[in-house]
């Protein structure tokens, strides 16, 4: 909420667009709040240091990481076009009327991740964001492997903490998990050394500017 509008223009925005005065206040005092606590750690806190504010993609990766494990898979209903199922692990869910993605027709990618769950007559999911599978997979829980067929490698399925479950051809599956390996090396070395940039080399850049450019994909 712009401090420059009267008091009659703020409500009026408000009212236009859904939202509440006093929870944007709120918002706003919290944000004052973490970023004095960035700095206080040594982390930058200026426009500069603030370059991907208007990165949707990166945005998600930071409610993906922040939210895990509430994540659920879309899955669309066989033979039913425009209608979907969603599973938390093997569990089947519902959007809530209320989500802004329960009237959607069609799915950008498969994967969303949620605030809340909560169960009446069925169970609901709340607060919802349509994501990445790969944002799954770079800041979720730990990655494991397993393989089918007896031996003979047909086909890998990728495990993310026990909740998200993704079927991949050996090699990806095997190049996803390293990746995420680096990439956890990377972002320890950048957030225990905040500010110094001494430390930070150009694999390091490297890896990061790699997961920036995945989440833009």
Known sequence: VSTQSTWGAEREFCFSNFLSLKTLQTVE???QQLMDCLADLGFRTDAEANINSENVNILKAVLTAGLYPNV???????GVKGAFKFQVGS???TLHLSSVNCALKQ???GWLVYYEKMKSNQVFLRD????????????GGSVDLSYKDAGVIRSTQLSVGGVAK????????????HYRYLLE???????????DTSTITEWH????NSAIYLMNQ
């Open 107 to 109: 799915y950008e990618h």
């Open 205 to 208: 850049d490297k890896v990061l």
């Open 128 to 139: 919802s964001t349509v994501i990445k599978g790969p944002l799954v997979i770079m800041f």
């Open 29 to 31: 005092q919290l944000k």
């Open 166 to 177: 993704l079927q991949l051809v050996p090699r990806t599956a095997v190049i996803l998990r």
């Open 91 to 93: 569990e089947d869910v």
């Open 72 to 78: 659920a898979k879309i899955c669309p209903v066989p």
């Open 185 to 195: 090396r990377a972002l320890l070395q950048y957030i225990s050394n905040p500010g």
